[in-house]
């Protein structure tokens, strides 16, 4: 056992079909982000390089998930595949209840609307955007209760997704309890950087929540990744499997929403899961409202099948090793190079941090913006803004929020990708890093007043 433990993190699966790419020339790449505004989530796919946008919905399926597609049972009402996702999500995951949607901002407007009101707080270990903006759109108001180690991009902390237990209390006692329904926790914390919540923590979360009658929502869209980290980090959890590591964090909250393109290996799905009967009477009850019929939330019966084989690959530890080792190769590379990035590397990608890059560019002239366009000039890969553009407006104030980390997120897709595609980035971002001195920022000319960096315009300064 020893012996495989300390080979490389080479992948457990070998590559049946290719997706050719086109590469453009530098001259092509300019004029394709001019015309997207100078932000790549309006890039056309087809003059990207290598797409490090997002990992969402953009893994490879196995062979065998590809054979579930052929199973998919297409009645409206009670399809054999919502069985088998509703099965493997109690099985695997340990949650009773299942409501499928047709991505995670669905099954997050359900939770929202069924356990907020109108002036209530909803805790959080950091906001997440579609999270925090359904939150706020049922009424309740987000409250970052995440330890400072998060907010520092320089912090070595192993688990910067952990709750700051005295924030917690602090927040308790100033709003009461019956104001809170819940604290939102999420597995891994998309916007530090990837970066886990520890089994220790999530537990000192549940006791002291346990005591005012506070719930647990579970962001559970890339749990696999944070059963990873504890397994390799945490004390006393080497010897367990990421499977079973999955079960214990599941089991210490009450309900959970997923995004299952991310850890799940789909391209299309999510679902709301509860241990709450009222709950899931509720959300069944919603989910026609926006989603479709209880057993399928706008889903196809083969999206489903593909969904419920995706879990079960998940948790696999070897699974786990390559997908975070390919993220770790990377981080490693641009660390290495002196590249200022968020430390320590997370699980889903590799964030530069835009302010270090930029010393130069105040954070009102967008430096993290201002990168991801550089970057996909320079090489055709192309990044996301996680920064103040994501952060959006304070809407009591109608000022930018002004966070703390602007970065710049390189999000590595699962089993898509070679080694040698992430030498390209690397030395991508290397270059782009020795012309840093010269960029000027860009101006925000169009501005929609939800989720503002999907679709904001920009100008060059
Ligand atoms: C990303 C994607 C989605 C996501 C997530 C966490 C921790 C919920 C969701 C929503 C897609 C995305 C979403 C908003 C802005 C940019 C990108 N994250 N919780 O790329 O799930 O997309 O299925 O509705 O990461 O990080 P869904």
Do not use: C
């Not at 065998?64 to 998919?72: E, N, P």
């Not at 996702?85 to 995951?93: A, D, H, K, M, S």
């Not at 270090?356 to 967008?366: E, N, S």
């Amino acid at each position: 056992m020893q012996r495989i433990k300390k080979r490389s993190w080479a992948e457990p699966y070998k590559i049946k079909m290719v997706e050719p790419l086109r590469m453009l020339s530098r001259r092509e790449r300019e004029q394709a982000i001019r015309e997207a505004g100078y932000n790549t989530f309006l890039l056309r796919s087809e003059d990207v390089y290598i797409d490090l946008l997002t990992d969402s919905g953009t893994s490879a399926m196995s062979d065998r998930q590809w054979a579930g597609l052929m199973l998919g049972d297409e009645a409206y009402a009670g399809s054999r595949n919502f069985y088998h996702l509703e099965e493997t999500v109690r099985n695997v995951y340990g949650y009773k209840y299942l409501v499928p949607t047709h991505q995670g901002r669905a099954a997050e407007h359900l939770i929202s609307k069924i356990l907020i009101k109108p002036g209530d707080y909803i805790p959080g270990n950091m906001y997440f955007t579609t999270t925090k903006l359904h939150q706020e759109l049922a009424g309740g108001k987000f409250v970052d209760v995440i330890i400072d180690e998060a907010h520092d991009p320089e912090s070595e902390h192993p688990f910067k997704g952990n709750v700051d237990l005295d924030k917690l209390q602090a927040l308790i006692d100033r709003v009461g309890a019956d104001k809170i329904p819940y604290i939102a926790i999420a597995t891994t914390v998309n916007m530090a950087g990837g970066q886990p919540i520890s089994l220790e923590n999530l537990r000192a979360v549940r006791e002291l929540t346990a005591k005012y009658g506070i719930q647990i929502v579970h962001d559970m869209t890339r749990v696999a990744e944070n059963a990873y980290m504890i397994q390799q980090n945490e004390p006393g959890y080497a010897d367990k499997t990421v499977a079973e590591i999955v079960k214990e964090i599941n089991s210490l909250t009450d309900h959970a929403t997923m995004s299952a393109k991310k850890d799940a290996l789909v391209n299309i799905g999510g679902f709301l899961a509860t241990n709450d009967p009222d709950v899931f009477e509720q959300a069944r009850n919603l989910v026609v409202v926006y989603e479709g019929l209880h057993t399928y939330g706008g889903l196809a019966g083969r999206d489903m099948e593909a969904m419920a084989i995706g879990i079960k690959e998940s948790v696999m530890d070897e699974h786990q090793k390559a997908r975070v080792g390919q993220v770790h190769y990377l981080g490693k590379m641009l660390l290495d190079a002196g590249i200022p990035v968020v430390k320590p590397i997370g699980t889903h990608g590799v964030f530069l941090d835009a302010k270090r890059f930029y010393p130069h560019l105040p954070q009102d002239k967008f430096p993290a913006q201002t990168l991801a366009a550089e970057l996909y000039v320079d090489s055709g890969v192309r990044a996301m803004e996680r920064g103040i553009v994501s952060a959006g407006r304070n809407p009591e104030t109608g000022d930018h929020n002004y966070p703390k980390l602007e970065l710049v997120r390189l999000t590595i897709p699962r089993r898509v990708y070679t080694q040698a595609h992430m030498d390209v980035v690397a030395e991508s971002v290397i270059e782009v890093y020795e012309q840093a001195g010269k960029a000027k920022g860009l101006k925000m000319v169009f501005e929609p007043k939800y989720l503002r960096f999907f679709q904001a315009r920009f100008e060059k300064l």
